[in-house]
C-alpha cells in the first residue's frame, strides 16, 4: 500500500530522474557543437585513435567522404595515400592532419553550400623520427644573433666551417617542444654546402658550432629563421623554431 511518504519520494525520483535526462540531452547537444576552429576550417572528433602524431614528410593513409551534420554517409568513400605535406590536392588538410593519430576522425564544418566532410586518419605509414633529445645537464649557449645552442653529444671528426659540405637529419619543433617535421619521415638527410647554398641564418651559425658526429639542438628566433614568403605551413608565423640536429658528415 501506497504512503504519502513514498508518493512524495516516487515523484521526487521521478522529478529527479527527469531533470538529469534533460541535463544529460543539452550537455550531448552542446558537445555535438563542440567545434574547433582552425585557421581555415572548423571541425570535430568523431573518433579518437592513439599513436605519434603525422609530421610532414610522412606517407598517410586518409578516408574521407561526403555527410550529414551527425557524420554520417551521403556520398562514395574515397581513400588516398599521399606524402603529407607534398601533394597540392590535399593540402588545404595539412593543418588538420598535423594534429592527428592514427585512428583519429574528424567531421569538418562546410562553407557556404558545401557538404559537411568525414576525414579519418587511417594509418601512418614510412620512417619514424627519433624522439626529442634529452637536454637535462647539457649546457645552452647563446650567440650575440640570439641563437642559443645545446650540443648533446660530441663526436670526433671535422669541424663545420663555410665552404665544407655538410649532410645532417633534423626534426623542427615548436618553442613547445610540439613536432612540426622531421627529415627522417623521408629517409633522406639533408646536405648543403655551407656559405654557398642558401639556408637559415640560425641554421648557418649554428651548424657552423658542430662537428661531423655531433648531435645538437638549436633554439632559432624568428629574426633568424624563415622568411616571410617562405615560413613554413602550418607554422604559427614569428614563432621561434627548435632543430634537433644529428650531424652525420661533414666534409
Known sequence: MLTISSIRSLYRNIIVGAVVMLLFSIISALN???FIKSATLEY???EEGSGRNAVL???IKITYYDCDDQGNLLSEKAQASYILGLDEGYNKWNQLLLNMKPGDAI???PNDNDE???LKLEKIMGVTQEEAYDIIGKTRIRTDSGLQYIIISEGDGSKAAPGYTVQFHY???LEDMTMITSSYAYDEPVEVVLGLEPI???WFEGLTKMRQGDKGRLIIPPELSYSDEHWPEGVPHGE???FDIDMLRVY
Do not use: K, W
Open 240 to 242: 621561434t623554431l627548435v
Open 116 to 118: 559537411y566532410l568525414y
Open 107 to 109: 567531421l569538418i564544418r
Open 44 to 46: 570535430r572528433y568523431l
Open 200 to 202: 637559415i641564418l640560425g
Open 32 to 34: 555535438a557543437e563542440e
Open 57 to 59: 614528410g610522412n606517407e
Open 171 to 173: 626534426t623542427m619543433y
